[in-house]
């Protein structure tokens, strides 16, 4: 079975605190994602990386960065964070190439930012 | 663009009804993919069924079936019989190249 995990279940921060999300999949899968998960709004892309150093902005990439050094390890980072972030975060991957492969998605990150 | 519409925010159903899901979905191209995924209370989205454009037939696995109608945009999914470890929040989604698009999602309840 595909295993995606993300570092932490739940994360409490502060205002202006420098932000690592982190997810690994042990699928050697060439296309991981991050999504944020609002109520009411599904959920968003991020940011999506199809290969090791490489990431494609997604829809609502403003106040993120991320990070690929290695197929397996997709980084998210929040560079000064804000209430606004306060979210669930959601990292998935998907084998490469055609559009038919569903994501598998990693149980979830719920972020706070006071 | 993409656009997915799940209209119903919420469903509250009593076990053994069924519950149908509707999803709306907008697109230009000519070959894409749906998708449904189910986000239980543990948070993981777990996935469902996935249909491409160029299939129409309907398909039924277990207790969940799904009626994919091109003409109208449409992908609706239904549970028959639903039991309580159907109440989950559930997402359609739509593809094109390799970013999904997700609608808002349906949360089900499911009451004893």
């Known amino acids: 079975d595909v295993k995606v995990t993300q570092s932490s279940r739940y994360l409490v921060k502060r205002t202006g605190e420098k932000v690592f999300l982190e997810c690994v999949q042990d699928m050697d899968h060439e296309n991981m994602f991050w999504y944020r998960q609002d109520p009411g709004l599904g959920l968003r892309l991020i940011y999506f990386?199809?290969?090791?150093?490489?990431?494609e902005k997604g829809d609502i990439p403003e106040g993120y960065s991320v990070s690929r050094e290695k197929k397996e390890r997709f980084s998210l980072i929040l560079e000064s964070a804000s209430t606004n972030q306060t979210s669930m975060y959601l990292c998935a991957s998907s084998p490469p190439g055609t559009s038919s492969y569903e994501q598998y998605f990693g149980p979830g990150t719920r972020l706070t930012v006071t | 663009a993409q656009k997915v519409t799940q209209a119903q925010t919420e469903i509250s159903v009593v076990e053994k009804e069924d519950v149908t899901l509707d999803c709306v979905y907008e697109t230009r191209d000519t070959t894409y993919y749906l998708f449904w995924y189910k986000q239980p209370p543990s948070g993981e989205l777990v996935f469902l069924i996935r249909?491409?454009?160029?299939?129409?037939q309907n398909e039924i696995s277990g207790r969940y079936s799904w009626n994919f109608q091109k003409s109208t945009s449409s992908f609706n999914f239904t549970i028959t019989a639903s039991q309580v470890v159907d109440s989950a929040v559930y997402f359609c989604a739509l593809r094109d190249d390799y970013k999904l698009s997700f609608g808002a999602g349906t949360t089900v309840t499911v009451r004893a």
């Open positions: 249909r491409n454009s160029f299939d129409e």
């Open positions: 990386s199809y290969d090791v150093k490489m990431k």
